[in-house]
């Protein structure tokens, strides 16, 4: 495949940035833990779908933005990011092949790397440990996959991100 067969750079792209402008929107208190992760879901999407485009390098580069973005210390959610990603380019085969309800799961096991990495970063700079809270976002995360998954896959049709 050359690179002048590949389509849709900016529609991924454009899907990265709403989903940084989704991680930063403001919450009412009540509501700030159930934020999903926008941005782990999204890559994990674009590595299943597109494994030969998307994987290890997208998804640092998308962790430091989140990074700085969030205000986060430097390259905390890009190492989580980044071992989300080795994980879904790696089960991609097998994932496609599963049942929404069967990736949701899978899903959520990626998340809670993701948020254990996270944690284990923050945790080594010094900061208190959080509340049984912190976890959430990877529930509501794997609440959404169904409909996250379904709303990609008709950008990807849409505009012939191939």
């Given at each position: 495949m050359t690179l002048a067969s590949h389509q849709g750079g900016l529609s991924i792209l454009i899907t990265f940035l709403i989903a940084l402008l989704l991680t930063v929107i403001p919450l009412p208190d009540w509501a700030q833990h159930l934020r999903p992760p926008w941005v782990a879901l999204t890559l994990v999407y674009w590595c299943i779908a597109l494994p030969d485009r998307?994987?290890?390098?997208?998804?640092?580069?998308?962790?430091?933005?989140?990074d700085v973005l969030?205000?986060?210390?430097?390259?905390?959610?890009a190492v989580g990011l980044l071992i989300v990603a080795y994980m879904a380019v790696n089960l991609h085969q097998r994932m496609r092949l599963f049942p929404l309800w069967q990736q949701a799961l899978v899903v959520l096991i990626?998340?809670?790397?993701y948020r254990l990495l996270v944690l284990w970063v923050s945790g080594a700079s010094g900061e208190p440990p959080p509340?049984?809270?912190?976890?959430?976002?990877?529930?509501?995360g794997t609440l959404l996959w169904p409909w996250i998954f379904l709303t990609l896959r008709g950008v990807r049709r849409r505009f012939g991100v191939s």
């Open positions: 998307i994987g290890v390098g997208v998804a640092w580069i998308a962790g430091i933005s989140l969030t205000g986060s210390l430097f390259g905390q959610h990626m998340l809670l790397v509340s049984l809270w912190y976890w959430m976002p990877a529930a509501t």
